[in-house]
C-alpha cells in the first residue's frame, strides 16, 4: 500500500548557532529542559499551545526545530506525536530522557496549609496518586500544562492568590514565573522519565548532544505489510537474520484501513551501517512502505 506523501518542510532561514525550537506548552515546561539538555542555553524555547501547531510552525520555517515527546516510563507513547512524525517529512536528529520531578508549586505568601485546589495536566496529577490520598483536603484540577497551570497562578490578582490554589510543574516553571516551590519530589515513581526527540527538516545534520558522544547508535523507521500471515514475522526477520537489536516496537491504526497498523521500530545501529543497510533493503522487499525516520545517539 503507497503512502501519501508527508508534508514537505520549508528551508532552514538560519544556520548559526543561535536555534529557535518550538515545544508544546508553556516557558517551564518539561520540553524546555529537553531543549537545554539538547542544545544548551543558546537556543530560544518558542512555545505553543498544542502538538500539531509545533509541527506546523517548523514545516514553515517559523522555527529551526522541535523538541517533541515520543514516551514517559509510567504512561507510555505519546501517540499523537507518533502520527504526526508520519504526517511531516522530518529528521530526528538526536534524543534525550528527561527525569520528570513534580514539585508543590503556589504563589509567594500561599502556605502549604492554605492549599485546598492543586492545578495541572491530568497526566502530572495521575503520577501524584499518593500525595493527594495523603492530603485528601486538596481537590485536583485539570489544567492543559504543567507550567502554564503556575504561570495562571501568578498571573491571579494578588487579593486571589490567598484562597488556596497552587500547581504541579518543574522547579524551572517555578523560577521563570517567580512562584514558590511548597513541596518537592511528590511524584509516586521516582523513575519517570520522557523520552524526547528533536525534531528537524529532512536532510539535517545528526546532533550530538553533550555526554552523548559514546552512547550507541538508533535508527527509528516506520513500515506498513500485507494484511497477511507472517507478514510481520517475515518483516522483522530482516532484522532478527542480521543480529540487530530491536528496542521498540509501537503500532498505530492504519487511517483508511480499519484493523490494518503501521508499526514504529527503533534499532539499535546507524542506517548506513552495513547490517542496517542490508536489513532496510531486505525490509523494503517484503513492507508496503517504509519510511527510515532517523539515526541518531541513544539518550
Same mark, same amino acid.
Given at each position: ?13 538560519r544556520q548559526s548557532a543561535h536555534m529557535r525550537v518550538a515545544f508544546q506548552g508553556e516557558l517551564g515546561a518539561f ?21 500539531? &501547531? *509545533?509541527?506546523?510552525?517548523? %514545516? ?5 526545530? !522541535? +523538541?517533541?515527546?515520543? /514516551? ?80 495562571? &497562578? *501568578?498571573?491571579?490578582?494578588? %487579593? ?5 490554589? !497552587? +500547581?504541579?510543574?518543574? /522547579? ?27 525534531l528537524e527538516p529532512a536532510g539535517s545534520d545528526n546532533r550530538t548532544p553533550p555526554g552523548a558522544s559514546r552512547k ?84
Open positions: 500500500m503507497k503512502k501519501p506523501a508527508p508534508k514537505k518542510t520549508a528551508p532552514l532561514k520540553s524546555q529542559q529537553a531543549i537545554l539538555q539538547f542544545l544548551g542555553s543558546k537556543a530560544e524555547p518558542v512555545p505553543h499551545e498544542r502538538f500539531d &501547531l *509545533m509541527f506546523a510552525a517548523l %514545516a514553515r520555517g517559523d522555527v529551526d526545530a !522541535a +523538541a517533541v515527546p515520543i /514516551e514517559n516510563t509510567l504512561h507510555g507513547s505519546v501517540h499523537d506525536n507518533y502520527d504526526l512524525l508520519l504526517k511531516y517529512d522530518f529528521a530526528i536528529t538526536a534524543e534525550t530522557n528527561v527525569r520528570v520531578v513534580h514539585n508543590l508549586i503556589a504563589a509567594p505568601g500561599v502556605t502549604f496549609r492554605q492549599v485546598r485546589t492543586v492545578y495541572s495536566h491530568p497526566v502530572a496529577l495521575n503520577q501524584c496518586l499518593d500525595f493527594f490520598a495523603d492530603h485528601p483536603r486538596i481537590h485536583r484540577e485539570p489544567f492543559y500544562d504543567t507550567a502554564g497551570s503556575v504561570k495562571m &497562578l *501568578m498571573d491571579e490578582p494578588a %487579593a486571589s492568590r490567598s484562597e488556596g490554589r !497552587a +500547581a504541579i510543574a518543574s /522547579e524551572l516553571a517555578a523560577e521563570i514565573y517567580g512562584a514558590h516551590i511548597l513541596k518537592r519530589h511528590i511524584e509516586d515513581d521516582r523513575q519517570n522519565y520522557t523520552r524526547f526527540f528533536l550507541p547508535w538508533k535508527t527509528s523507521l516506520v513500515f506498513t505489510t500485507r494484511n497477511i500471515p507472517g507478514a510481520l514475522f517475515r518483516a522483522l526477520s530482516a532484522l532478527a537474520l542480521r543480529d540487530l537489536n530491536l528496542v521498540k516496537i509501537e503500532s498505530r491504526p492504519l487511517r483508511g484501513k480499519p484493523w490494518e497498523y503501521l508499526f514504529y521500530l527503533d534499532l539499535l545501529g546507524r542506517s548506513d551501517e552495513e547490517a542496517v543497510r542490508n536489513a532496510l533493503g531486505h525490509l523494503r522487499e517484503v513492507a508496503d512502505f517504509l519510511r527510515v525516520l532517523g539515526s541518531y545517539r541513544a539518550a
